[in-house]
């Protein structure tokens, strides 16, 4: 489908736009996915689809979104390559089986929200939004030089971020807010690369400094890793 949005529009009204078709509901007397192209945000078209996680989800469905996509007449996304052929379905060693027992295990003891932040239950209202680009390559250097993540810099920065709407004053006294960080495992050749699994990561919203808070947010992804069992391959923006 094609929408359009009126003229002089903003990226606010962009985000608006893309709230309002991520919060329909799917409809299951058709296929389980949907694509839009949205005019009138700027001088580019923009492309969302939606597609129910029965289908697809992962790594793998993102392979297969850019490798149909491209930035412009004549080019191509970088790293796009053909598929490769799906190998045969078969039964997982056991040790994986076991590997994503403790890892469900793990995901459904994690306690509930203590921290007054979350109230009521989740409703069907989804609002979408996004930062402009951001140079990994500074990201990069800040975790080598604290020994740390890029992950665990960006989790730092997002737990000044929600301090700093709070307030000091609150933000010293909330606990037990958490991130779900999306962690890729390792995959044989041949694998399209979709086995990925969640942790929880404590954003200490009450520590004062940037460097406080970086050193526990460090410490915190160290402690879930090894709480969840997992081996590790590089998380979704940990490259």
Same mark, same amino acid.
């Given at each position: ?20 078709? &991520?919060? *329909? ?6 296929? /389980? ?18 597609? $129910? $996680? ?6 793998? *469905? ?14 191509? +996304?970088?790293?796009?390559? +053909? ?10 060693? @056991?040790?994986? *089986?076991?590997? #994503?027992? @403790? ?6 003891? !994690?306690? &509930? ?6 109230? #009521? ?27 740390? $993540? ?9 737990? #000044? ?31 399209? #690369?979709? !086995?990925? /699994? ?42």
């Amino acid at each position: 489908e094609r929408i359009a949005l009126p003229p002089d529009s903003t990226e606010a009204d962009l985000a608006r736009a893309v709230s309002e078709l &991520a919060s *329909l509901p799917i409809s299951l007397d058709r296929p /389980a996915w949907r694509a839009w192209i949205i005019d009138g945000a700027g001088p580019a078209s923009v492309l969302v689809v939606r597609v $129910h $996680h029965a289908i697809a989800d992962g790594m793998a *469905l993102l392979g297969v979104l850019f490798s149909v996509s491209d930035e412009g007449f004549g080019t191509r +996304p970088p790293g796009a390559s +053909p598929l490769p052929p799906r190998p045969r379905a078969s039964l997982p060693p @056991a040790s994986e *089986l076991l590997r #994503g027992a @403790a890892t469900l295990t793990h995901l459904l003891a !994690q306690r &509930a929200d203590t921290s007054g932040l979350l109230s #009521g239950s989740p409703g069907p209202r989804k609002l979408v939004a996004w930062s402009r680009p951001v140079a990994l390559e500074p990201v990069r250097r800040a975790a080598h030089a604290a020994d740390a $993540h890029v992950n665990d810099v960006i989790l730092a920065a997002l737990a #000044g971020a929600l301090r700093s709407a709070l307030g000091p004053g609150r933000a010293r006294r909330t606990r037990g807010v958490h991130a779900l960080v999306p962690v890729a495992l390792a995959h044989a050749p041949g694998d399209l #690369g979709n !086995q990925f /699994a969640s942790v929880f990561v404590e954003l200490p919203l009450h520590a004062d400094s940037p460097v406080e808070r970086l050193s526990r947010v460090r410490e915190s992804a160290r402690r879930a890793r090894e709480a969840a069992g997992l081996s590790l391959g590089r998380t979704l923006v940990d490259l």
